[in-house]
């Protein structure tokens, strides 16, 4: 006997009970190999088990308390127990049924077990129950396997007792009673069967039947863990991941779950599996983890499936393969895993892994979300909410939203009190929408918290506060919500539930900024743009404009085409300017289309177009900006890109004027005044026409208009003289003044040279003069090393001045001579007392002074634009005046019609060009009326030619057949008539001017 314990790997112990327990798990475990060995095996694996069954009949002798029978005795006895005629053992004929069962003779086979369970064998009892159990040779019935592995049970038969067990613990075949299957359990947990002992532990962990007890049910794990029964070692190393019951200890249960593992237990290969993955109890292996995961999986548990999936998935312990993450979660999906069934959804709504089916998504997310699963859930609302794979349908979307946020899914929380606020799905409920943004803000969700702060912030479903309005949206920025992240910005800016802090500002719309929020980008460039809050940098203002108006924000545009236009913190640029001035235009930013009309008007980075200039300022004056008002009335009143139309020009002066606009309400008095010029120089045409319908012509009205037209004229062409002037002057200002620099010249009281500080905004510098020493320096202001280098800067571009070392002649050389040196030293100090007494006197003016400088240029640049739209209108009036027609040739040029008003002035003190520039027109008028009245009668036949070839005399025909008695001054009437016209126009432009 102690040959065969040692050869089967079963240890000698004193209690019989648990050897007969080995030699029966051993039996088991031979007669399966039996089935399946090689033919030259089969003879030993039978006489092993022939010696087991000797083993185990004597072994219950002992146990039956009987006296032990002599070798001979026994053999006789083993050979003849429970034997019929043929003297074969019970467990021989056992066997032989067994055998049949398993050849599918049930009828047989269960003969055989049923005769010797009659007899009263325990194992053929318990036999019996497994037949009737499973309806295998017998009817199934689960009354009479319970009386038979009952009867097997009462003999002390330890399987027929963990069978009780479980039949009175399911309620199988008996009335479930969780108490009577503690009793089995214990009967045969105390035989040493390592079934029952597991049961028995489920039993105390679960308090089934038995009070609670981990401890207890720890114990029973590890009895049973310890003879290697694999669910029990699986048990026990959950007790020892979740501490209950043993001290927590990841290790020993990586070790339970590793010998479960090894034995084929699915959970215990799954559970082993995610202690490698997150490196608990043992070092953390994701490619060991895949593996254990593989092995649970291809035995087809659900739960290894999705985890390899989701291994495949992120490529993690193996290679990455989304197809065959999809092929897993498949699997699983199919058997109900509810996370898989979601996981398949998203790879089908993304196309990752399969072929894109928005459909199948939706059904995969429906079956998880009828499991309960609170993503799944969420991902189906969002399917009904957008109609992908079903019809978009609100309602059920809510429903599903609601679903999950029961679960409390903040994401799904967060979207139902969208709902909830928009009244989409459900009835529009303020209060309902902020209930649910707090539950999910409460979690940390930033969006629930930006938008509980809206609510806040607007008293919508919440008291309005402020202050909370504030701490939410500072939560949710600190998460990095960007949308937070820029109205705590202007919390901030406005003093809203917070101190107003310039400098906090600044900070949340950078971070806003960098996040390419485009309203943040803008407002950051304002800062930047006015120094609030940030050290004032017009460069960082156009990069930040340019980041937002690249993104459409119409305002950055906006402010960006500024930067253009004044050349600040980019080069002037025209063209841009108005390329983004038309992109805000078109986006009905009002203040960018009058921009982009002064554009228009003005010829300025695009071809003038008077027709576009109107129609931007319209758009913009419709939206009741004063300016466009102001500049489209003034389009109107001087008929340029519309027909001049006093009505309208009035009517928009108007409109400019109720919003404040001083200057339209000069114009229009100026307007006005025109009106009145018009009616009054309307009277002589009317005075003329009626003599003439009487026969008589008055030459003196004709000689009259003449004079005004020819004063007008010459009043013209000084006035384009002036202008040109002027402009000149003002672009040569502007050039002196530069665009970027200010600089100053400081001559030092000790006489040791002079200095020229530069400052463009940006960056200093000086350059120094040392008249003593021919010494030219330059070097960047403001650096602290300056005065380090002061040694070694350039002396006539193309020497180096070092210590020690001094010029004579322009030459220099080293000096050996002590006295020099410290002659030069000397100097050296004195020149570095008079720079830094200068610099510091430089540095208290030039910001200031630069920016009156930057704001002086501002304005030249705006008056030359002026001056230069004066002057094009001027140029137009001139040239309607020449095409009259009548002109002596005397004043077909510009420049000669000059030299004419020169000699009408030439016993003035005044020089040419101040004569010209200072032209008085009543200085002028006595000597220009003496020479039309000498030249009248030459102009005036000079009129009747050029009226012969006149289109007019084809128009005035009709009229001169009625006027035969002035026949020889129709024609000049009607040229005196043109030039009325002319006169009325120009005259109202001096006026204006």
Same mark, same amino acid.
């Given at each position: 006997m102690e040959e065969l314990m040692k050869r089967l790997g079963i240890k000698p112990t004193q209690d019989v009970q648990e050897m007969v327990h080995q030699l029966e798990e051993k039996r088991d475990e031979y007669l399966q190999l039996l089935e399946t060995a090689e033919s030259e095996k089969k003879q030993q694996i039978e006489d092993d088990l022939r010696e087991m069954e000797k083993t185990i009949s004597y072994l219950g002798w002992m146990l039956k308390g009987q006296e032990q029978p002599s070798n001979i005795q026994q053999e006789e006895a083993l050979n003849n127990v429970g034997s019929e005629s043929d003297g074969v053992s019970r467990e021989t004929i056992l066997y032989e049924a067994i055998d049949l069962l398993k050849a599918t003779d049930y009828a047989e086979g269960a003969e055989q077990v049923q005769k010797l369970a009659e007899e009263g064998y325990d194992r053929a009892q318990n036999n019996m129950g497994i037949l009737y159990y499973g309806g295998k040779g017998m009817p199934q019935d689960y009354q009479k396997a319970a009386e038979w592995f009952e009867k097997a049970a009462e003999q002390g038969y330890a399987k027929a007792q963990y069978a009780m067990g479980k039949l009175c613990e399911d309620g199988t075949g008996v009335s479930q009673d969780y108490q009577k299957a503690i009793e089995w359990f214990e009967k045969a947990a105390n035989q040493g069967h390592a079934g029952a002992q597991n049961s028995l532990g489920i039993m105390y962990k679960n308090g089934a039947g038995v009070p609670q007890d981990n401890q207890k049910a720890a114990e029973w794990y590890e009895k049973a863990a310890e003879q290697g029964y694999a669910e029990a070692q699986n048990n026990l190393a959950v007790m020892y991941i979740d501490g209950t019951g043993v001290a927590q200890d990841y290790q020993k249960a990586a070790e339970w779950f590793e010998k479960a593992a090894e034995q084929g237990l699915v959970y215990a290969q799954n559970s082993l599996g995610i202690m490698y993955k997150n490196g608990a109890g043992v070092a953390q292996d994701y490619q060991k983890a895949a593996e254990w995961y593989e092995k649970a999986a291809e035995q087809g548990y659900a739960e290894a499936q999705y985890n390899l999936a989701a291994m495949y998935e992120e490529g993690t312990g193996v290679v990455q393969d989304n197809q065959k993450a999809a092929e897993w979660y498949e699997k699983a999906a199919e058997q109900g895993h509810a996370w898989a069934q979601n996981s398949l959804g998203i790879m089908y709504i993304n196309g990752t892994g399969v072929v894109q089916d928005n459909q199948k998504a939706t059904e995969w997310f429906e079956k998880a979300a009828v499991q309960g699963h609170a993503n799944a859930q969420y991902n189906l609302a969002i399917m009904y909410k957008e109609g992908r794979g079903v019809a978009q349908d609100n309602q059920k979307a809510a429903e599903w939203y609601e679903k999950a946020a029961e679960q409390g899914h903040a994401d799904a929380q967060n979207s139902l009190g969208v709902m909830y606020k928009n009244g989409a799905g459900v009835a529009q409920d303020y209060q309902k929408a902020a209930e649910w943004y707090e539950k999910a803000a409460e979690q940390g969700n930033k969006y629930a918290q930006h938008n509980l702060a809206v609510m806040y912030e607007k008293g919508k479903g919440v008291s309005q506060d402020n202050q909370k309005a504030a701490e939410w949206y500072e939560k949710a920025a600190k998460q990095g919500d960007v949308d937070a992240q820029y109205n705590l910005a202007v919390m901030y800016k406005e003093g809203r539930g917070v101190a107003q802090d310039n400098q906090k500002v600044a900070e949340w719309y950078e971070k806003a900024a960098k996040q390419g929020h485009a309203s943040a980008q803008n407002s950051l460039g304002i800062m930047y743009k006015n120094g609030t809050g940030v050290v004032q940098d017009n460069q960082k203002a156009a990069e930040w404009y340019e980041k937002s108006a690249e993104q459409g924000n119409k305002y950055a545009q906006h402010n960006l085409a500024v930067m253009y236009e004044k050349g600040k913190g980019v080069s002037q640029d025209y063209q841009k300017a108005a390329e983004w001035y038309e992109k805000a235009a078109e986006q009905g930013l009002a203040d960018a289309q009058n921009s982009l009309g002064i554009m228009y008007k003005n010829g300025t980075g695009v071809v003038q177009n008077n027709q576009k200039a109107a129609k931007w300022f319209e758009k913009s004056a419709k939206q009741g900006n004063k300016y466009a008002q102001y500049n489209l009335a003034v389009m109107y009143e001087e008929g340029r890109g519309v027909p001049q139309d006093n009505q309208k020009a009035t009517e928009w002066y108007q409109k400019a004027i109720k919003q404040g606009h001083e200057t339209s309400k000069k114009r229009l008095e100026k307007l006005q005044t025109k009106e009145n010029a018009i009616e009054s120089y309307q009277k002589p045409s009317v005075q003329y026409q009626k003599p003439a319908e009487q026969g008589v012509f008055s030459t003196e009205i004709n000689?009259?208009?003449?004079?005004? =037209?020819? $004063?007008?004229?010459?009043?013209? !062409?000084?006035?384009?003289?002036?202008?040109?002037?002027?402009?000149?002057?003002?672009?040569?200002?502007i050039e002196k003044l530069g665009t970027?620099? =200010?600089? $100053?010249?400081?001559?030092?009281? !000790?006489?040791?040279?002079?200095?020229?500080?530069?400052?463009?905004?940006?960056?200093n510098f000086v350059k120094a003069t040392k008249w003593g020493a021919c010494v030219d320096a330059c070097c960047h202001y403001g650096e602290s090393t300056f005065w380090l280098n002061i040694e070694e800067v350039k002396i006539n571009d193309d020497n180096t001045w070092y210590s020690g070392t001094y010029l004579i002649n322009n030459r220099p050389r080293f000096s050996s001579d002590v006295s020099e040196i410290i002659r030069f030293n000397k100097v050296k100090k004195a020149m570095k007392k008079a720079f830094l007494r200068c610099r510091e006197e430089f540095e208290k003016t030039a910001p200031v002074e630069y920016e009156k400088n930057c704001k002086r240029i501002s304005e030249l640049k705006q008056r030359r634009t002026k001056l230069r739209s004066d002057m094009t209108e001027a140029r137009r009036l001139l040239d309607k005046m020449y095409q009259v027609n009548i002109v002596p040739g005397l004043f077909r040029n510009n420049l000669?019609?000059?030299?004419?008003?020169?000699?009408?002035?030439?016993?003035?003190?005044?020089?040419?060009?101040?004569?010209?520039?200072?032209?008085?027109?009543?200085?002028?008028?006595?000597?220009?009326?003496?020479?039309?009245?000498?030249?009248?009668?030459?102009?005036?036949n000079q009129s009747r030619i050029i009226a012969q070839n006149d289109s007019l005399c084809q128009q005035n025909r009709e009229m001169l057949k009625n006027l035969e008695s002035i026949e020889r001054n129709t024609e000049i009437a009607a040229q005196y008539s043109k030039i009325t016209a002319t006169n009325t126009d120009t005259l109202v432009y001096l006026a204006c001017h």
């Open positions: 000689r009259g208009a003449l004079k005004i =037209y020819l $004063r007008n004229v010459l009043a013209m !062409e000084c006035m384009i003289y002036k202008l040109t002037k002027q402009e000149k002057a003002l672009s040569d200002e970027n620099n =200010y600089y $100053r010249v400081f001559d030092d009281k !000790e006489g040791y040279g002079k200095y020229v500080f530069y400052y463009n905004g940006k960056k000669s019609a000059i030299y004419y008003l020169h000699d009408l002035i030439t016993t003035s003190n005044l020089s040419f060009e101040m004569a010209v520039l200072n032209v008085n027109l009543e200085e002028i008028k006595t000597r220009l009326d003496k020479i039309i009245e000498q030249q009248h009668e030459i102009i005036i």
